[in-house]
């Protein structure tokens, strides 16, 4: 019942071995590393996908309202606290709002268009910029807002 331990003896242990035996090969994949590169891009992907948003930081109102379902983008018109008008992330003066979004409209009058405006915007400047986009004969105006926390 007892076990010797290969001591210069050649059927003994590997550890002896020179040369002459045939090695193993390993058929395993070592996942350790692959892990951590997927780890490492999980934690890249969750600090920048915040950032991937519309570029002009506005603190958007909270309302009941359900979130809308869309097959493509829409354009975007934002009103900052300053009554400053951006069109996607550019500031535009509020004469050329009309202008851009006719050139960059892609399915015409029926574009789909959201606007943005900061909780601490004149309610003036925002409207009048509403005004413009409907009388020019955009038909889908949007107002964003955000989910209202239940507390």
């Known amino acids: 019942m007892g076990m010797s331990v290969g001591s210069?003896?050649?059927?003994?242990?590997?550890?002896?071995?020179?040369?002459?035996?045939?090695?193993?090969l390993v058929s395993e994949i070592n996942v350790t590393p692959f892990v951590d590169v997927v780890l490492v891009l999980l934690i890249i992907f969750m600090v920048a996908a915040p950032m991937m948003t519309v570029g002009v930081p506005?603190?958007?109102?909270q309302t009941r309202a359900g979130a809308m379902t869309s097959e493509n983008q829409p354009i975007t018109v934002s009103v900052n606290p300053e009554g400053e008008i951006y069109l996607q992330e550019t500031a535009i003066p509020i004469e050329e709002v009309v202008p851009k979004l006719q050139a960059i409209a892609t399915t015409g009058y029926k574009e789909r268009i959201f606007v943005r405006a900061d909780t601490a915007a004149t309610y003036g400047i925002v409207m009048q910029v509403m005004a413009r986009i409907s009388s020019a004969?955009?038909?889908n105006i949007?107002?964003?807002?955000l989910q209202e926390q239940q507390n």
């Open 8 to 24: 210069g003896s050649k059927g003994g242990g590997r550890r002896g071995r020179r040369g002459g035996g045939r090695k193993a």
């Open 58 to 61: 506005i603190d958007l109102p």
């Open 137 to 139: 004969g955009f038909t």
């Open 142 to 145: 949007g107002l964003v807002t």
